[in-house]
């Protein structure tokens, strides 16, 4: 016995020992790991739509029909540019894509769960409603500006108020990127024929100067800065020429400040944005409606 002791004690017990420190060792090692990994709940967390891009999903589970810039194709119709499309909620959006439009075409996508706020979050970006859009400045400011001092309204309309004889402008913001607004400015370029620069000269040796409305083989027809229509024939001139010039002036780009032109910019954007929300509200689509 005395022996079998010794074997136990000096064999046994420093493994046993061994093994119980492997233990303690692991059991500190999980107990760390816990105290570092937060502790999962069943509690959904809000999807970040502003930091996710549902454009993989929006590709392949929408672009089949609605076309990948959303202006549809021939099995669905446009949910980019259309109004009534722009002017549903996010939650309207969602419920569609969800349950779908009976007799419409359109089906139920709920598989797509949470990723659905995705969907949507990239279809604001095609309808030119995200994050990309913010406005570059101040609009009230610009407003200021395109009536003051860049003169723009001399020339171009905005929501009714401002000239005539350039094009007006109350949707170019919406349709155009900040930057494409900004070259616009700044290196404007001509028109060809209807709307371009042209100079007369009639065989008694008197000169105009006007935008073209009207050119056929044998007349035409200027409008002059101050509005008055001039009609001509074209054998009783000595001379008419096109100009390659812009009537817009082309020194923007110096004569306004950086900051000038992003808020210029800003009332264009505004104003395009003000007018579609406007044009839309008359008319709130049901849920029956194609999408």
């Known amino acids: 016995m005395p022996q079998r002791k010794n074997i136990f004690d000096s064999r046994i017990l420093p493994g046993l020992g061994l093994l119980l420190l492997c233990f303690i060792l692991l059991t500190q090692s999980f107990a760390s790991q816990q105290q570092k990994s937060p502790r ?6 809000p999807v970040q739509t502003s930091n996710v891009d549902g454009r993989g999903a929006f590709e392949s589970r929408c672009a089949g029909c609605h076309g990948l810039d959303g202006r549809g194709g021939e099995r669905a119709p446009d949910i980019a540019s259309s109004a009534k499309a722009q002017q549903r909620s996010d939650d309207e959006l969602f419920r569609i894509i969800e349950r779908g ?10 598989p797509l769960g949470s990723d ?10 095609l309808q030119g409603q995200s994050d990309a ?12 500006f395109f009536y003051g001092k860049a003169r723009c309204s001399d020339c171009h309309a905005v929501a009714g108020a401002g000239g005539f004889i350039a094009s007006e402008l109350s949707g170019f913001g919406g349709n155009h990127s900040p930057d494409e607004i900004r070259q616009a400015i700044i ?4 028109a060809n024929r209807l709307g371009g620069k042209m100079i007369v000269k009639t065989l008694d040796g008197t000169e105009y100067s006007g935008v073209v409305r009207n050119e056929d083989n044998f007349s035409l027809q200027l409008q002059s800065l101050d509005g008055t229509f001039q009609l001509f024939q074209k054998s009783q001139l000595a001379s008419f020429s096109h100009q390659p010039d812009s009537l817009m002036p082309a020194d923007y780009g110096t004569t306004l400040q950086r900051d000038e032109l992003n808020d210029l910019i800003s009332f264009l954007m505004f104003t395009a944005r003000d007018a579609k929300t406007g ?3 008359s008319k709130k689509p049901s849920d029956d409606e194609e999408e």
Not at 116 to 125: D, G
Not at 133 to 144: L, N
Not at 187 to 190: A, D, E, L, Y
């Open 133 to 144: 859009a913010t406005f570059p400045g101040d609009a009230q400011k610009g407003r200021e």
């Open 187 to 190: 290196k404007p370029t001509g």
């Open 279 to 281: 044009a839309a509200v």
């Open 116 to 125: 659905i706020k995705n969907v949507v979050a990239y279809l604001r970006q």
């Open 101 to 110: 439009l009976p007799g419409t075409g359109m089906p139920p996508f709920a």
């Open 40 to 45: 999962s709940t069943n509690v959904a967390q």
